[in-house]
């Protein structure tokens, strides 16, 4: 990993002022919340904790929610990306991420015995990845549609063209990551209620023995000394769906193994 980026002293740069801060139409009760706005603003991984927790705080204080159009982010670009630099469509697709993340990891927490689980540090730089690519994607639709609207002729609008489906390419691609994301963190939540399912079923098993030597003792009919024997072949079936599970859950994560850095 390169040295971890600088941090500007808070003091010598203000990033988002709150009183430069225009109020949009949108920044009042609406008729119809935009849900899209319910997101996270997302740091760099690379940088420590404690720097992170410290950008987190001051782009919760002070980056604008609401707004009608996207601003373009001009500061700590390296550092953050905000959610008030990503249009509509882009902030949909990193709620989405984000809610993939974090089911993965509660669910992760809940069962961490089970193989495959992908780290944490991990789904974080896919996160981080996520919204870079979200931030660029913003940006240039903006531009392109600018573009788009001032067009002089068919010769301008021939060179647009290619930029347009660039945009999609890209678009397309951060879905199918996100989509992967969430493909996992549902593998990762079935195969925790699966893992428990799985010890329990273990944990009940161990009295098979207990309940047929009282079924022997009481001479209780054959069928009960066969329902009973059918416990253990009922604990074998949950291991073997924890251990379809876990493969299952294995190919989800494969899908998100990042290059070495």
């Known amino acids: ?29 609406s008729e119809e919340e935009d849900l899209s706005w319910d997101i996270e603003p997302v740091p760099n991984p690379e940088m420590s ?16 929610v609401d707004l009608a159009e996207p601003q373009y982010q001009l500061h700590r670009r390296d550092q953050v990306v905000v959610p008030s630099a990503l249009d509509h469509a882009c902030r949909l697709l990193l709620g989405r991420a984000q809610d993939a993340i974090y089911l993965a990891l509660d669910s992760g927490n809940s069962a961490t015995e089970l193989p495959g689980i992908v780290a944490e540090d991990t789904l974080r730089w896919h996160e981080w990845e996520i919204a870079l690519a979200l931030r660029d994607i913003t940006d240039l639709r903006a531009e392109h549609e600018f573009n788009a609207a001032a067009s002089a002729g068919p010769m301008t609008d021939a060179i647009l063209e290619p930029h347009q489906r660039a945009l999609d390419l890209a678009h397309d691609s951060i879905v199918a990551r996100v989509t992967a994301l969430e493909r996992y963190a549902a593998e990762i939540s079935g195969a925790g209620a699966a893992y428990r399912d799985w010890q329990d079923a273990l944990r009940v098993s161990h009295l098979n023995d207990k309940y047929l030597d009282l079924v022997a003792r009481t001479a209780a009919d054959e069928h009960a000394v066969i329902e009973i024997s059918s416990l253990t072949e009922q604990a074998a079936e949950a291991a073997r769906t924890f251990r379809a599970t876990v493969q299952q859950v294995s190919q989800a994560a494969a899908a998100l193994a990042l290059p070495e850095r």
């Not at 990993?1 to 009760?29: A, F, L, R, Y």
Request: proline letters at 9%; aromatic letters at 4%.
């Open 1 to 29: 990993m390169s040295d971890e980026p600088s941090v500007d002293k808070e003091s010598d740069d203000p990033c988002w002022d709150v009183d430069s801060v225009q109020p949009s139409s949108g920044s009042s009760v």
């Open 49 to 64: 904790e404690r720097k992170q927790r410290r950008i987190f705080r001051d782009v919760v204080a002070h980056d604008p």
